[in-house]
C-alpha cells in the first residue's frame, strides 16, 4: 500500500494531540483529516472515506465505546487503532472486544505509532486476500493442510494448541483478547489460566527460548499477539 495515498480520520477533541498527529502523519506521507467528536467523525467516514481511523475514547458527545460498538454494528470495516489517556485493563479489553485493531495510550511515541499503523492496514489488505500459508522467522503454518513448522520440521500440536494460533495466524500483528481466543478455541466457558496453561504448552513446542518468546507475544492482563511478518 502506498502511503502516500492513505488517508487517515483522527477523532480526538484534544488540539495539542491533533496537531502533534498532524505533523507526525504528514511527515509519513499520509493525508489526515480531522474530527473532535463522534458526530463529525460519522460525517466524514461518509464524505472523506479514510482508509483507518484514529480514535480517542474520552469524546465530549459520546464515548469511544459506544462508537465503535456503532461502527462494527453498522459494518465500518475500516481497521480502528485507539489512542487513549486510559491504562485501566478493562477499558483496553473492552475497545477490543468492540472491534479496535490495536490501541495505544497516550503519551504515545510517533514512531510506534506509525508502526501499528502499517500493521493494521496490512492486516486489512490480508483479510481481503488471505494466504493459505503464513511465514514469520522460522515459524510456518499451513491453514489449509493445518501443518506447522519451526526451521522446516514439523511441530505436532493437539487440537487446541492449533486451534490457538490459527486464531492468532488469522490476526497476526493484533491484539487477540482473552476472551476473544476462549470464545472461538472453547465457547467462552473455559477459565483464563486454563488458557494461559495451553500458550505455554505453545509456546514450548514452537520458541527456541519459551520463557523469551519472539513470536507469541503477551499483552499483560489483555491478551495476546502473534508476531507479524516483517515486509
Known amino acids: 500500500m502506498n502511503t502516500s495515498v492513505v488517508k487517515i480520520l483522527v477523532v480526538d477533541d484534544e488540539p495539542p494531540i491533533r496537531k502533534l498527529l498532524r505533523v507526525g ?6 493525508a489526515m483529516v480531522e474530527a473532535v467528536n463522534g458526530e463529525e467523525a460519522a460525517a466524514l467516514i461518509t464524505e472523506e472515506k479514510p482508509d483507518l481511523i484514529l480514535l480517542d475514547l474520552g469524546l465530549p458527545d ?3 465505546h459506544d462508537l465503535l460498538e456503532r461502527w462494527r454494528a453498522e459494518l465500518v470495516e475500516l481497521p480502528i487503532v485507539v489512542l487513549s489517556s ?13 472491534g479496535a485493531d490495536d490501541y495505544l495510550t497516550k503519551p504515545f511515541g510517533m514512531r510506534e505509532l506509525a508502526a501499528r499503523i502499517r500493521v493494521a492496514l496490512r492486516h486489512k489488505l490480508q483479510q481481503q486476500g488471505e494466504r493459505p500459508i503464513f511465514q514469520v522467522g522460522d515459524l510456518s503454518v499451513d491453514l489449509v493442510k ?3 513448522k ?4 514439523e511441530v505436532k500440536l493437539s487440537p487446541k494448541e492449533y486451534e490457538i494460533l490459527r486464531v492468532l495466524v488469522q490476526h497476526a500483528g493484533k491484539v487477540i483478547t482473552h476472551q476473544h481466543i476462549l470464545k472461538h478455541v472453547w465457547g467462552g466457558s473455559t477459565d483464563v489460566q486454563y488458557l494461559r496453561v495451553y500458550v505455554r504448552q505453545l509456546r ?3 520458541e527456541a527460548t519459551p520463557d523469551q518468546p519472539q513470536y507469541i507475544l503477551t499483552e ?6 502473534l508476531r507479524e511478518p516483517e515486509q
Open 25 to 30: 502523519l504528514t511527515a509519513e506521507g499520509y
Open 204 to 206: 514450548q513446542k514452537i
Open 62 to 64: 459520546i464515548s469511544g
Open 146 to 148: 493445518r501443518i506447522v
Open 86 to 98: 486510559r491504562t485501566d485493563e478493562t477499558g483496553i479489553v473492552k475497545a477490543l472486544e468492540l
Open 220 to 225: 499483560t492482563g489483555v491478551g495476546y499477539r
Open 150 to 153: 519451526v526451521a522446516d520440521k
